[in-house]
Each structure stands twice: as structure tokens, then as C-alpha cells.
């Protein structure tokens, strides 16, 4: 790959494992190249004041507020975390991107449009899958106190947007319901496979 970076991104609702499956895929990948794990929301300023004051508080803002805030978080992570280590030609992984807000704040009933506008200086991913699993599947999982945005209507209408890129080819869907190690086996396999026609 010489110093060609590629930015791969991991989607999918909480509860679905693609944070286990980002950390396999780096653990599987740095056998043959540098490696750098990241997530959304990023571990910036940004990021940590959606998580701490957002994500797990009662009170959710408008939507709108909501993609304004994740958009500058992505363009803070791409320009402190993202795009140096691209230019160092390493592989960057991250734990959600830009398809989590078309999701979640597309299902809050934002248009989709408008919330890739706000992200026109996002850096688009080299690929990007989507890690799929039931809603019902999912919030069962989750032992955790659940952020304002896991209940099972919302995780309904974000799996629904999720499979519509799929469907129009932008997200690579991978079946998330069988085992760890299956899903590991093919979230790699696919990597593996686009990384070679980088080389």
C-alpha cells in the first residue's frame, strides 16, 4: 500500500458490535499495516461535551441542533485525528461516521439532504460498512444505562436508513446476527479485499 492511507468506517445501531468488530478488524490488520482506531463522538472537545451532556442526559435539543453538533465534532476529528495519520498512510478505522447522523438525525425527521450539506467538508470513506442486527436484538443486548436515542421506534427508523444506503451501495452490509468470530471473518475478508485494490 506504500503510503496510501485508506479511512474505513463501521456502522451499525449500539448493540450491534461494530466496536467490538472495529477493534478485531485493527487487531486483525496490523499484521500487515499501521493501524489508528477511532470513533464518533470524537474524543475532542466536541465529542466528549456530546457524550457527557447529550447522549446520556434526559433532555435531548432539537434535531437540528443535534446534526449541527455531530457535524462539527467530524470536521474537528477529520482535521485532528483523521486525515494526519491518512497523509502518514495508515489505515484509520472509526467506530461510526457520517452515516450515524443520517441515521439518527435523519430519523428524527431531518432531511437527508440538508444533513449532508452541513457535512460538505466531511472526508468521505474509502468504505464503510454496516454491521446489521434487529432493533429488538439490539436493545436487548444493552446492560448499559441507554442513551436518549436507544429506544426501539428510534432504532427502528435508523436500521431502515441504514439499509437504504446499503441498497444504493454505499454501505456494505454485513450480517450481524451470527457469531463474533463469523462477523469478524467477514467484516475482514471484506476489507482485506478492497485494501489489495489499493496496493
Known sequence: MGKRGAFIVIEGLDGSGKSTQ?????AA?????????????????????????????RFRPSASVEALL????????????????????????SDRYLYSSLA?????GLSLDWIQTINVH??????????????????GRLRRKKSVME???????????????????ELAKIEGGNSKKTVAREVLAVVCAFLKTRC
Open 22 to 26: 472495529a477493534k478485531m478488524l485493527a
Open 29 to 57: 490488520l496490523r499484521k500487515e499495516y499501521d493501524v489508528v482506531c477511532t470513533v464518533e463522538p470524537s474524543r475532542g472537545a466536541i465529542g466528549r461535551f456530546i457524550r457527557n451532556r447529550i447522549l446520556f442526559e
Open 70 to 93: 455531530f457535524a462539527a465534532d467530524r470536521i474537528d476529528h477529520v482535521q485532528r485525528e483523521v486525515a494526519p495519520a491518512l497523509a502518514e498512510g495508515r489505515v484509520v478505522i
Open 151 to 169: 429506544t426501539l421506534e428510534i432504532q427502528q427508523k435508523v436500521r431502515s436508513i441504514y439499509l437504504r444506503y446499503a441498497e444504493k451501495g
Open 122 to 139: 466531511s472526508l468521505k470513506p474509502d468504505l464503510a460498512l454496516f454491521i446489521d442486527v434487529s432493533p429488538e436484538v439490539v436493545l
Open 104 to 108: 439518527y438525525q435523519g430519523s428524527a
